[in-house]
């Protein structure tokens, strides 16, 4: 039981580059989030799905995009990469909306 | 709004003293409450939880934590603190129903000092 996992580790990306972050849980989770964290700012939801095929905004989702075609996965897409999405990216699952969140561990990006 | 605050950006605390982190909500209900822990360079662990009933609740590593619907807090202690204890700890919240995520306070940064 590998709980959530997320690739890659590290990355970094020129402004105006594109790419995927990924993300898996194998716990048949639900709920899936993708949140940033920056110094001292804590966390910042940028999506979640209830469910595959239902995504929704969070509170900074500008910039990003999500798909959820199956339970298990849950990528976020950065498309023309900006500096200020420098940040370490978390992804997390849940059984409901409420419930604890189990969380990856994590990907540092940095946009140069 | 509904929400989370932790009020204290960073504590310092010598090895074996005792420890209390703080953590206001304010949801209008009571709220589900959990605490998690994020060490240097990691994802964020859970401690904790409080959903109903007691409102001392015992956690992993020697932790527990209050409810207090009077003074709306549910902090986070530890009698004696290990250096091992040294990360960033972050304090969550939803209400009971009407909730999509849990919402996440903006962290205390613990150093222990030998």
């Known amino acids: 039981n590998a709980g959530v996992t997320q690739t890659p580790k590290f990355r970094i990306l020129k402004i105006g580059q594109s790419m995927t972050l990924q993300c898996a849980q194998d716990?048949?989770?639900?709920?899936m989030y993708w949140y940033r964290q920056d110094p001292g700012m804590g966390l910042k939801l940028i999506y979640y799905?209830?469910?595959?095929?239902?995504?929704d905004k969070g509170e900074v989702p500008n910039g990003y995009n999500v798909s959820r075609s199956t339970t298990e996965d849950f990528p976020l897409r950065l498309e023309l990469a900006a500096p200020s999405q420098t940040s370490v990216y978390f992804c997390?699952?849940?059984?409901?909306?409420?419930?604890?969140?189990?969380f990856g561990p994590g990907t540092r990006l940095t946009v140069t | 709004a509904q929400s989370v605050t932790q009020p204290d950006i960073h504590i310092t605390v010598s090895e074996g003293a005792s420890l209390e982190l703080r953590c206001n909500y304010s949801?209008?209900?009571?709220?589900?409450l959990f605490w998690y822990v994020q060490s240097p360079g990691q994802g964020l662990q859970l401690l904790l939880k409080?959903?109903?009933?007691?409102?001392l609740v015992q956690g992993i590593k020697g932790f527990e934590a209050e409810f207090k619907r009077s003074q709306s807090s549910f902090n986070l202690r530890k009698p004696s603190v290990h250096w091992s204890d040294a990360a960033e700890y972050f304090c969550?919240?939803?209400?009971?129903?009407?909730?999509?995520?849990?919402?996440f306070g903006t962290g205390t940064r613990l150093t222990v000092i030998p």
């Open positions: 997390a699952s849940s059984r409901g909306p409420a419930a604890e969140q189990y």
């Open positions: 716990m048949n989770h639900n709920y």
């Open positions: 799905s209830v469910g595959a095929g239902i995504t």
């Open positions: 949801y209008g209900a009571t709220p589900y």
């Open positions: 409080y959903f109903s009933g007691d409102t």
């Open positions: 969550a919240g939803a209400p009971q129903t009407g909730a999509n995520n849990l919402f």
